[in-house]
C-alpha cells in the first residue's frame, strides 16, 4: 500500500485536486464500492488476462485528454471515443457492468470516473503489479469531443513524450514509469510495420531493432494484427519491458528511444536493475495522474449510465 507520507508529497504536487481527492472518499456514502470492482475486475482477468492493457489504455487516454473525468466513455459520433486514437480502446463493458452493480446498491453516488481508476488499480495487482490505495471523489464531466483527443503517437520523439507528461504537471521518471506499462501492452502491427520492413525508406529494418526481434515481429504479423511490446512477460506486470528495450527489442520505436536517449536512459537503467523501485515509481506516477484536472465537489455530475450525461 501507498504510504500516507507519498501521498503528502503528492498532496503539495497537485493542492487543489487533493484536497477533495481522499482515499477511502465511499466509505461512508457506499462502503462495499471498492470491493464490487475488484470482484468484476478479477471475474474479467480471470476470462481474459489482457484486460490490463486495456484499462491502462483506457485510464490513460481518458487523463490525458481534459482530466479523470470519463469524458472517454460517452457514446457519440463527435464524442473523445469516436476520436482516431481511442479507436483501439476496449472493456466499455466492463465499466458498464461494474456501473450497474454500484447503482444498484448505492444510486448516483460513484462516479464513472472513480470507476475507471480504481478497476486499472485492481487490473494492475491482478497482473503482478502493485496493490495501492489511490484517493477517489473525482465527478464525471460533461463534456466530450473528438477535437480535443490529442496523444502522442508511437514515433514521438522523447522530448515531446516527456513534455506531453510534464505539461500536465508529472516529471521525468514518472513518465518513463508510465510508459513502462507497456509491459503488458499490445501493439496493433501497423505501428511498427515500418521498423520490421522499410525504414523510413531504406528497404531495410530499422537498425536499432534486434534483428532476432526483426524476424519474430514478421512471423507474429503475418498471423496477428497486434504483438506484445514486451516480448518477454507480455502478461506480467513487471520490469522486464526495461530490460528488454535495453536489448533493442523495443517494439515500438519511442519505447525503444527510451533506453538510448540521454534524457531517459538511466532511468530506464534504474527500473530495469530493481523492480520494486520501478513498481514504486510506478505507484507514485498513477496517482498523480489520477489526479490530473479532476472535476471534485459541485464540478461535474454523477452519472448514471457511463455512456451517457445525466
Do not use: W
Amino acid at each position: 500500500m501507498m504510504k500516507f507520507s507519498s501521498l503528502l508529497v503528492l498532496f503539495f504536487i497537485f493542492p487543489i485536486a487533493f484536497a477533495q481527492l481522499r482515499v477511502g472518499f465511499y466509505s461512508q456514502s457506499c462502503p462495499q464500492a471498492e470491493t464490487i470492482v475488484r470482484n468484476l475486475v478479477r471475474q474479467r482477468f480471470g476470462v481474459d488476462p489482457t484486460v490490463t492493457a486495456a484499462l491502462l489504455r483506457m485510464h490513460f487516454h481518458d487523463c490525458f485528454v481534459r482530466g479523470c473525468d470519463a469524458s472517454l466513455l460517452i457514446d457519440s459520433t463527435n464524442s473523445e471515443k469516436a476520436a482516431g486514437p481511442n479507436g483501439s480502446v476496449r472493456e466499455f463493458d466492463l465499466i458498464d457492468r461494474i456501473k450497474a452493480q454500484l447503482e444498484a446498491a448505492c444510486p448516483s453516488t460513484v462516479s464513472c470516473a472513480d470507476i475507471v481508476t480504481l478497476a486499472t488499480r485492481d487490473s494492475v495487482a491482478l497482473a503482478g503489479g502493485p496493490s495501492y490505495s489511490i484517493p477517489t471523489g473525482r465527478r464525471d464531466g460533461r463534456v466530450s469531443n473528438n477535437v480535443d483527443v490529442a496523444l502522442p503517437g508511437p514515433t514521438i520523439s522523447v522530448s515531446g513524450a516527456v513534455s506531453f507528461f510534464t505539461n500536465k504537471g508529472l516529471n521525468t521518471f514518472d513518465a518513463v514509469a508510465l510508459l513502462g506499462a507497456h509491459t503488458v501492452g499490445q501493439g496493433n502491427c501497423g505501428l511498427f510495420s515500418d521498423r520490421i520492413t522499410n525504414f523510413q525508406g531504406t528497404g531495410r529494418p530499422d537498425s536499432s531493432m534486434d534483428p532476432a526481434l526483426v524476424t519474430s515481429l514478421r512471423n507474429t504479423c503475418r498471423n496477428s494484427a497486434s504483438a506484445a511490446l514486451d516480448q518477454s512477460t507480455p502478461l506480467r506486470f513487471d520490469n522486464q519491458f526495461f530490460k528488454q528495450i535495453r536489448r533493442r527489442r523495443g517494439v515500438l520505436q519511442v519505447d525503444q528511444r527510451l533506453a538510448t536517449d540521454r534524457q531517459t536512459r538511466g532511468i530506464v537503467a534504474r527500473y530495469a536493475n530493481n523492480n520494486a523501485f520501478f513498481k514504486r515509481q510506478f505507484v507514485r506516477a498513477m496517482v498523480k495522474m489520477g489526479a490530473v484536472d479532476v472535476l471534485t465537489g459541485r464540478n461535474g455530475e454523477i452519472r448514471r449510465n457511463c455512456r451517457r450525461f445525466n
